[in-house]
């Protein structure tokens, strides 16, 4: 979906990676401040880019870690689901493992920061100014929930790949793809089925989000059984493992 940087916008460069920002977000924030402007506006927003500004951090880490084993990553886009780095580690499993294993790193370094943080800021500060131990609170809370989620043993998530990583050490890439992707893409459809009568029966704009998410996994799940399955089809008719 975002293999080029078609409908981007050039953010910075830092570490030889460059950052964009698809069009997308932009639209999303802006129907956000359509249905909240009130006097919270301020707090939502300053929460809306730090949950990006910890996606980014995260991004690096599999950037970085992928240049760290002498693989290429140049570029992070942005976009309403989260972000993307494209990376491309050297073709062996223990450097995709690490290359992808590195994302949720950064967010488990976070966890005693962030905590550290709204304790900090509890002791120092007691009852005043509310508001800044709040958004203090929500932040440590983003990004636990971030760790949590791309941990999930769901391809195409970071646990996911992590597992399909751990697998391709035992019965090589082909089949850890291939099993991966159909455990992901069967989530998905569970995932989304689920949320899409959730968001229809009581009108749920969470579940909504989660159905968006759904379709992405499942067809990004879907993109991988095909490889699979060509890379099946290539060692079945060569009789050369790749």
Request: proline content about 4%.
């Amino acid at each position: 979906m975002l293999a080029d940087n078609a409908g981007t916008f050039r953010l910075f460069r830092v570490f030889g990676v460059t950052v964009y920002l698809h069009w997308s977000w932009l639209a999303v924030a802006y129907i956000q401040y359509l249905f909240l402007r009130d006097a919270h506006l301020l707090e939502h927003f300053a929460l809306y880019g730090s949950l990006f500004g910890i996606v980014l951090l995260h991004e690096f880490g599999h950037a970085l870690a992928c240049r760290s084993v002498g693989g290429r990553a140049e570029k992070i886009i942005l976009w309403p689901l989260g972000g993307i780095a494209f990376v491309q580690p050297p073709r062996r499993p223990g450097a995709v493992l690490w290359s992808i294993a590195a994302g949720p790193l950064v967010n488990l370094v976070l966890v005693p920061v962030t905590v550290g943080l709204v304790v900090g800021a509890a002791v120092m500060l007691g009852d005043a100014l509310p508001a800044l131990q709040d958004y203090l609170y929500w932040l440590t809370a983003i990004n636990a929930i971030l760790l949590a989620f791309n941990m999930l043993p769901i391809y195409p998530l970071d646990g996911g790949q992590i597992v399909q990583a751990l697998l391709w050490f035992f019965v090589g890439y082909t089949r850890s793809l291939l099993w991966s992707a159909w455990f992901g893409l069967i989530c998905a459809v569970l995932l989304g089925v689920s949320m899409l009568w959730i968001a229809v029966s009581q009108a749920s704009e969470q579940a909504a989000w989660l159905v968006v998410m759904a379709l992405f996994v499942g067809w990004q799940s879907w993109r991988g059984i095909v490889i699979a399955r060509t890379l099946a089809q290539y060692e079945q008719q060569w009789g050369q493992s790749v």
